[in-house]
């Protein structure tokens, strides 16, 4: 009674110790699991943050293209502005000759004049002469001359028309001077906006300088982080491979292994190399095949359920063991109908047909594993 009692205990502590190291794998792996899911999900964030730096860098490369058409439209401007200047530069230098010469013609008549008045007063004493020829300026003698009123009126009237026609050159040369000074003025308005527009221009160059820093940190990032996941995944499979090992010792279910997608016996990639890489189980598909029903094989427990479809290669997937050492895994899911733990029994509804993780179309990536290695599925599971 007292041994029946110890030997029953014993046998709960032994079966206690069994299913412990196994339920730790598992729960290794679920955490691995979900570090890998972090780890993508940092890798997205990472390749958003990317798309938008490159998006702000579009933005103000097409922002440079536009400050680079506005310079080149002022600096025609300025260009025509400083022809414009030159050529009423030269019209100034023209009134200027042409005030010149008045003031010449002026000198002349005046010179002329005064050889008249000389001739007119060469016998009528000198001391009224004297006193005309004392003149200081040209207005000073006009004032003499009509005091005394002997000078000509021609000539008198000939050299006010020229003083007249000096003095609205000299008013031209003044509305010249005035209209190139605005001239001058608009131009330095846009010379001002030219180094304005530059000094935008450089801004964005350094915005741009800063985008690629940007970028080429984040790219470094995400390289770290997609080792951290490389190496992450690699760690899922060892444990997987482990708990698998652990679980060699159950007793094989027994029975025969049925075709896991039912109504689609199309095989879309045998087991065994695909050019340079190993296809380690087969490929089943076919028209109408997303969201088809997935089921167990054979009879066994859920193992693995990962609903995460940006954690591994495999997206949604699930591994059944049937004991024995004999494993089934199903991948690329759109949805798993079963979770770790569970039991299923064979040719129940485990999960359907998707596209996730590393797929290129809806299909069933099925594996079947003995002891930890690959083999040729149709070598276990009666086809179709
Ligand atoms: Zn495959």
């Known amino acids: 009674m007292r041994l029946r009692k110890i030997t029953a205990v014993l046998t709960a502590v032994l079966m206690l110790m069994i299913m412990i190291p196994a339920q730790a794998d598992a729960n290794s792996v679920t955490d691995l699991q979900k570090k890998s899911s972090q780890l993508s999900n940092q890798i997205k964030a990472l390749d958003q943050k990317i798309k938008e730096a490159e998006k702000e860098k579009t933005d103000q490369q097409n922002l440079q293209g536009l400050l680079t058409s506005q310079v080149k439209t002022l600096k025609e401007q300025i260009s025509t502005k400083e022809q414009e200047i030159g050529l009423i530069s030269k019209e100034i ?3 200027n000759l042409e005030i010149e010469q008045t003031e010449h013609q002026i000198d002349y008549t005046y010179d002329l004049l005064v050889k008249r008045l000389r001739a007119i007063y060469m016998a009528s004493g000198r001391s009224s002469l004297e006193v005309l020829l004392e003149s200081e300026s040209f207005s000073d003698f006009v004032t003499r001359v009509d005091m005394v009123s002997r000078m000509s009126k021609h000539d008198r009237n000939l050299i006010e028309d020229l003083t007249l026609q000096k ?15 605005s001239v001058e003025s608009s131009k330095s308005e846009l010379d001002g906006s030219v180094r304005k527009l530059n000094q935008t221009y450089a801004k964005t160059t350094e915005s741009i300088d800063n985008i690629n820093k940007q970028v080429t940190q984040s790219a470094k990032e995400k390289q770290k982080i997609q080792e951290e996941l490389r190496k992450n995944e690699a760690a ?5 491979e482990e708990a698998q090992r652990k679980n060699m010792q159950q007793n094989f279910v027994g029975g025969d292994f049925i075709w896991p997608l039912p109504g689609y016996p199309t095989i879309t990639s045998p087991y065994g190399m695909r050019g340079s890489e190993m296809h380690l189980g087969i490929d089943i598909g076919g028209t109408g095949v997303n969201g088809a029903n997935i089921v167990a094989s054979n009879g066994g427990t859920v193992i693995l359920a990962n609903g995460n479809a940006g954690a591994s290669s495999y997206g949604i997937y699930l591994i059944i063991d049937h004991g024995g050492g004999n494993i089934t895994l199903y991948a690329h899911c759109s949805s798993l109908n079963v979770s770790y733990g569970q039991t299923v029994t064979k040719g129940q509804v485990i999960a359907k047909v998707g596209s996730t993780g590393r797929s290129t179309g809806p299909h069933l990536h099925f594996e079947f594993r003995v002891n930890g290695s690959t083999i040729n599925p149709l070598s276990k599971v009666r086809y179709g």
């Open 93 to 95: 230098e023209v009134k």
């Open 167 to 181: 003095n609205e050159l000299t008013e031209l040369r003044e509305q010249l001077a005035a209209k190139k000074s």
């Open 236 to 240: 899922i499979k060892a444990a997987i």
